[in-house]
């Protein structure tokens, strides 16, 4: 099972990246797909999450309107859009795969909002 999260960097405020999360060993279309973060200091957090079938997400309410997650089960990837970024968006970003039985994890990717 590897789950290989890419796309992370340093983006001034207000700047844009997307997050990839490439899937394996494991059946993707099972999983509901999530992205945490983990800023120095601070608990590992939810920030959005996406169903299996792709039909709900749902997100922490300080990216609301800002960054938007989506998965192509074709690909076996998960993406996290994320817009408007400000320095508080600064941390380890995280994917996580999970079904009834299994939780799987990604090994992080830095993200770094800075002027």
């Known amino acids: 099972v590897q789950l290989v999260e890419s796309g992370g960097g340093l983006v001034q405020p207000g700047g844009s990246l997307r997050l990839s999360c490439a899937a394996s060993?494991?059946?993707?279309?099972?999983?509901?797909m999530s992205w945490y973060r983990q800023a120095p200091g601070k608990e590992r957090g939810l920030v959005a999450i996406?169903?299996?079938?792709?039909?709900?997400?749902n997100y922490a309410d300080s990216v609301k309107g800002r960054f938007t997650i989506s998965r192509d089960n074709e690909k076996k990837t998960t993406y996290l859009q994320m817009n408007s970024l400000k320095p508080e968006d600064t941390a380890v970003y995280y994917c996580?795969?999970?079904?009834?039985?299994?939780?799987?994890w990604g090994q992080g990717t830095q993200v770094t909002v800075s002027s």
């Open positions: 060993g494991f059946t993707f279309s099972s999983y509901d």
């Open positions: 996580n795969a999970r079904n009834f039985y299994f939780n799987f």
């Open positions: 996406i169903t299996s079938a792709g039909g709900s997400t």
